[in-house]
Structures are given as C-alpha cells and as structure tokens.
C-alpha cells in the first residue's frame, strides 16, 4: 500500500520532469530549424575542400576548418588528437573494357573504380574473365581460376528492407575477394558495386590482402555494366577484360582527431562524432559530411541556449575511418590510458536522411529504462530507441571502456545509392532531413547528460 501511495506521490513529478524536458528539446528544435549553420557548413565542407582520403592535402584542410569551426562556435576547448594514418594513393585515372568475345575484338568501356588500399599494374592486365556469383562457386571452379580476372556479380538482396543487412551480406566480396581468388591464380578481381542504385556509378571502399598470396588488382564495376559483364560472359565463352589501375602506398603520415569539449561538472563524458575523412572519388556529402555538420551543429545549439551540462560532452571530428579506422582507435586508447568514465558514444554515420532512431549497444536493462524518451523525441522523426547500434569510430570506446554506444538510425533506402560513390555529393542532401538528425543527437545527449545512462 506505501509504495502504491509513493507512486501516485511521485507521478505529478514523472510528468512535470517530462514536461520540462519537451519544452527544452522544442528550443533545441527551433533554434536548429531557424538558425542552423549546419548546411551551409557542409557546402564549404564538400564543394571547397572536396574530398578527404587520409594522408591527402585534402585531410589536412579539412582539419584545419573543422578546429576553426568548432572554435567559431565558442566550445570551451578545441584540440588536435594526433594519430598515424595510412596513405593509400589512387595514382590515376581507373579504366576498363572488354576487348574481344569469343576471340572477335570490340572495344565496349566499362566504368570501374579501384578499390581502397588496392595495388595497381603499371602496365595493366588483359585477361579472360571468369564470371561467378559467390565464393562456393569459386571453390567449385578453382581449377579455372589460374590467369583470370575473377569477376564477382553478388547483388543485393532487394528483399532485405534494411539495406544495410545487404551490404553486410555482399561485402564480403569487395574485402576479402582478391586475395580469395589470387590464392587459385587469379591476375586481378572485379566486383560488383555494393548497391541497390539505379544508375552505373561505381563503388569504391576498403578491401584488405592476405599477406599469403600475391596483391592483385581490384577494382568495382557500376551496376549497369556488372549486369552488361554479367550476360556477355554467359553468352559467350570467352571473354576477354583490360584493366588498368595505379593505387599504391605512401609511408603512414600524421592526421588528427579533431576535439571540442564542453566542460561538464563531473568526472563523467559524452561523445559525439562523425568522421571527417571521405574517399577520394566524392565529395563524401552523407559520408560522412552530414554527420561531421550534425557534431557541429549540437555544439552550436547547447551553446547559444546557453546549456550547462553536468557530464562534460566531447564532440569529435575522427580521423581515417574509411580505410583504417586509426583515430577511433586513437581516441580509444587515450580515454583508457586517462581512466576516463564515458557514459555513452554517440555517432552518426548513415548519411543525412531522415532519422528513425537510434540503435545502441548496451544491455538489455538500459534500453528498456529510456523507452520513455522515445515519447520526447518522437515529435522530431525518432520512433524506435532499440537494441543494436554504433559506429565504427566509436567502437574501440566499448572494446577498452564497455562504454554504451550509440547511433544515430535514419531512413537508409537511399544510402547504398551514392555510398563511396561519385554522386555522393551536397546536392543529394535535403536540409530538412540534415537538420532534424542534429535535433534528435542534441535532444539524446541532454537526456543523457541529465538523467544518465
């Protein structure tokens, strides 16, 4: 009966906390909605500096005015974390075609983009295509494979509402696809771009060697002309395919996690982050430009209203994600090496679409103790706060610390279009969507900061 009596006593505060916390997150909304520096910041970011592989002239420009930025936006401290990253060079200009069929010469391009941290042929490689669509049928055919160019056609899954679980399913062939084939005799691989696109932009992206076989080409084709590949290699017995990359690697050189903190009153820290670094052959707009934009933009909003925040709340531009991962592990490291207490992580890394949610990594009991914050953010697009989450920059966090991590979920049926492509650009940004993804990370990191985790 006590207890009974302790709720009904206690609910008129539940309601009036709740209360307070939707009027705060409203000004947090409107003052991001009227005032956000957010999409033009990722114009300069993309159309002026462009983009920013690590170890590139462009890395070091875009650090600088990521640092500039966050000091403009009066954060109590801004510093340059310092990390080694990898210096992959693309070389030149990736080129293909198909030369002969059935031993007839033609002269048909195909639209092709190296793969990341692959090694090129000075003098090229023109080769007979072996075209399969999975690594059994590889094994099956290993007898065929000495002198080839492997060519993977492994498409997405269309029946996979969550694109990502389709990339999760063919990448396998873009990271690991060359040294799989090179160990049967393989002089290159082709793959197909990890999309569900309807255009012919390729998709370039990480692939790793094994150090056991020799390093052989590697390249991504468009989907238009995997399929065109595809049907010519079944039509025809003998297909002939001249490559021509130039990648190579450079000595690792310096780039640096970018950090701005706002001074909290406890021992206790909030990250919050994005990584500054793209591919070489887009702009890196939605990756991971608008997540680099939304960091900054939550610093911006927390300052102007004037936000004192309990727990001191770091917001990070990570260095080298895309073919290393070096500044999260960075940043990972120091934290542990401090003995620092990092409550959550949060990242955003889906693109800038409209938000959805956020899914964490963290136990079973903590998801279900937030449930009630959906209802605070739900007005701003968030319907699900759900188990499952994070972010490759964050990540080294809960490996060392078993800090909880965040990410920030957004609508992803458009991602895989433009993912590590050339139409990854500014232009394929919607403002609104940018700036309602902002609202929500600012929205979670003052429930955070205030209530726990």
């Known amino acids: 009966m006590k207890r009974i009596l302790l709720f009904f006593c206690l609910f008129p505060l539940f309601g009036l906390a709740q209360n307070t916390d939707s009027v705060f997150i409203k ?102 295509v072996l ?56 002089v290159a691989v082709l793959t197909r771009s990890l999309s569900l696109g309807t255009n012919n ?39 002939t395919v001249s490559l021509n990359t130039y990648g190579y690697f450079l000595p690792d050189t310096i780039g640096h996690n970018v950090i701005a ?21 887009c702009e890196g707009a939605h990756d991971d430009g608008t997540g680099i934009v939304q960091t900054m933009e939550v610093l911006r909003v927390l300052k ?22 070096r500044g999260g592990e960075k940043y990972a490291v120091e934290a542990k090496a401090k003995n620092e207490k990092h409550v959550l992580a949060i990242e955003s890394d889906g693109g800038g679409f409209t938000p959805r949610g956020f899914g964490f990594t963290a136990s079973k009991e903590q998801i279900e103790k937030i449930q009630p914050w959906t209802k605070l953010l739900w007005p701003y697009g968030v319907y699900e706060l759900v188990q499952g989450g994070g972010g490759t920059d964050i990540a080294p966090l809960n490996r060392a610390l078993q800090t909880p991590l965040a990410g920030l979920d957004v609508d992803d049926q458009r991602y895989f279009d433009l993912h590590h492509a050339r139409n990854d650009v500014f ?27």
């Open 304 to 325: 102007t209203l004037g936000y004192k925040p309990n727990k001191t709340i770091r917001f990070v531009l990570f260095a080298n994600e895309e073919n290393g991962a």
């Open 27 to 128: 000004k947090i909304a409107d003052e991001t909605l009227l005032h956000s520096d957010a999409y033009e910041n990722l114009r300069y970011l993309t159309k002026q500096i462009g983009g920013r592989l690590a170890g590139s002239p462009q890395m070091v420009q875009a650090e600088k005015w990521g640092a500039k930025i966050l000091k403009q936006l009066r954060a109590d401290t801004v510093y340059m974390q310092e990390c080694m990253v990898p210096h992959w060079v693309r070389g030149g200009q990736d080129k293909a075609s198909i030369v002969s069929t059935n031993g007839k010469k033609i002269n048909r391009k195909l639209d092709v983009v190296a793969l990341g941290n692959s090694l090129g042929s000075k003098k090229g490689v023109t080769a007979e």
């Open 131 to 186: 075209a399969i669509s999975s690594y059994d049928e590889l094994e099956r055919r290993k007898s065929e494979v000495k002198g080839k160019i492997v060519f993977y056609n492994a498409p997405f899954d269309p029946t996979n509402v969550n694109t990502g679980k389709s990339y999760g399913q063919t990448g396998i062939y873009r990271r690991n696809g060359a040294s799989r084939a090179s160990k049967y005799g393989a």
């Open 427 to 453: 232009e394929a940004v919607n403002k609104r969507e940018l700036l309602l993804g902002a609202i929500n990370m600012a929205g979670l990191i003052y429930l955070v900061d205030k209530y726990g985790f």
């Open 201 to 239: 932009h390729p998709h370039t992206g990480t692939m790793v060697y094994n150090d056991s076989f020799p390093k052989i080409p590697a390249a991504a084709l468009g989907l238009e002309d995997a399929d065109y590949l595809w049907n010519t290699c079944k039509t025809n017995k003998y297909v």
């Open 261 to 281: 903190e706002l001074r909290g009153t406890t021992n206790e820290f909030i990250t919050l982050g994005g990584h500054l670094d793209s591919w070489d052959n």
